[in-house]
């Protein structure tokens, strides 16, 4: 049956009022993805394989469609798209929104776990969104969904938009620079909310960069490190902190050290922060 016009005026007319970040909480929302059933891995795909199981079915090979059903959805398309007729652009991307530990919640905020995005109106729930999972959905589904926003300011709509810049541009690293910076990396995570000298120390860090001079595929590389701080912690001693944490960084390859500082953000050149790359807190991206 083709889209009527009233149909297509009526989603269309729906669809005006979403935003790029906002959400739906209504009950019985479900994501869908593909799966093999004969090799689940995935927490929704193993929950129906062990029903099927049960229930004596033959577990089949090759794509299966599995639903699990989540607290909510957030927009992920651009504004600009959400609100385009649905005959000229009938898809939007949506993401599940999860539950974390209220100690990361701070962390997606600052864009220190690329996995996720920082949805204000959720925070309090400690309700994010799980960026490794995106959905394509037909506006006509979205039209039925109550709306709710997700942000209130300009700034919090530009900052879930890098979040979900920064999930697809991270840089990927050589393998070798991964595997040295592996224990600074579990250290910096393991520390990071304790309440301690050096956690006041890491909560105080927009971010990190490091730059490779003359390039990552050079035999001998010389690399420069800024640690950019919002503020500074009561009795900060950054000089101390930064040598502790880049002893833990494994220099015995081809990797040396030719700075390091701690710096505000408007300390750096342009050009050094866009020749430098970010390092995330919960991973790194090998190449």
């Known amino acids: 049956m083709a889209l009527t016009e009233e149909d297509e005026q009526a989603i269309d007319q729906a669809l005006q009022a979403w935003r790029q970040g906002d959400i739906s909480l209504d009950a019985g929302l479900e994501f869908l993805h ?28 090759g794509a299966t469609p599995v639903l699990d059903e989540v607290r909510g959805l957030v927009m992920l398309s651009q504004t600009c798209d959400v609100v385009r007729g649905c005959r000229a652009r009938p898809f939007v991307e949506v993401a599940p929104l999860i539950e974390v530990p209220e100690q990361w919640v701070e962390e997606i905020r600052r864009l220190k776990r690329p996995a996720f995005a920082y949805v204000p109106i959720t925070a309090g729930d400690h309700l994010v969104a799980d960026l490794d999972r995106t959905m394509t959905v037909e506006k006509a589904l979205v039209a039925g969904w109550a709306r709710t926003p997700g942000w209130e300011t300009d700034d919090e709509l530009r900052d879930f938009a890098s979040a979900l810049a920064r999930k697809r541009s991270r840089f990927a690293f050589p393998d070798d620079f991964v595997a040295a910076a592996a224990d600074l990396q579990r250290h910096l995570a393991a520390r990071h909310n304790r309440q301690t000298a050096e956690g006041a120390h890491l909560q105080a860090l927009r971010e990190i960069r ?78």
Do not use: N
């Not at 593909?34 to 090979?61: F, M, N, W």
């Open 34 to 61: 593909l799966a093999d059933l004969s090799r689940p891995h995935g927490h929704a795909s193993i929950q129906v394989t062990e029903a099927l199981a049960d229930a004596g079915e033959a577990l089949k090979a």
């Open 210 to 287: 490091v730059r490779a001079a003359p390039s990552w595929d050079d035999g001998e590389v010389l690399l420069s490190w800024w640690f950019i701080k919002d503020v500074d912690p009561a009795e900060a001693d950054w000089a101390a902190f930064l040598k502790g944490w880049l002893d833990l960084f494994d220099s015995t390859g081809r990797f040396r050290f030719d700075s390091s500082i701690a710096c505000r953000l408007e300390d750096m050149t342009a050009r050094d922060y866009v020749e430098s790359d970010r390092l995330d807190l919960d991973r790194l991206s090998a190449a």
